[in-house]
């Protein structure tokens, strides 16, 4: 599960923060993420965005580096920034499609050699190596 944090929303964070100090010796602790998503969910959003631009887009499964199960229960709390008054932007079909647009836009400045995992948590000692593409 992966949080999402919009950039204007973090700048509400910092900000939502800064106006409402804690209190003398009073421990506080934010999570900054308006939604959560899983790594599945969030390609099947992008798959879907990307075939609505009329793209070849292609969805794969790669074993996962992590340590951690790949279903677990993950609850995280968010509500202290907003009873602090964070006005959210949600992870919207308009912001995929911007954000798509923008990608497309700068694909030549993408080195897809680095964007696969090329690290596994699992293996001891392992060293990270770029994968080929």
């Not at 790669?62 to 602090?84: F, G, M, Q, S």
Request: charged fraction near 25%; aromatic fraction near 8%; proline fraction near 5%.
């Amino acid at each position: 599960t992966r949080g999402y944090l919009d950039i204007r929303d973090t700048v509400q964070c910092v900000e939502l923060a800064i106006a409402n100090p804690a209190q003398p010796g009073e421990f506080r602790v934010f999570n900054q993420f308006t939604e959560q998503f899983s790594v599945n969910q969030l390609a099947a959003l992008v798959t879907k965005a990307g075939e609505k631009l009329g793209l070849d887009v292609k969805t794969i499964s790669v074993p996962n580096p992590r340590v951690e199960a790949e279903e677990h229960y993950y609850n995280a709390k968010h509500t202290k920034l907003i009873e602090l008054g964070l006005q959210p932007h949600i992870l919207s079909d308009s912001l995929l499609d911007s954000l798509l647009n923008f990608a497309i836009q700068f694909k030549d400045r993408v080195d897809s050699k680095q964007i696969m995992p090329s690290v596994s948590w699992r293996k001891i000692g392992t060293k990270p190596k770029t994968v080929a593409a």
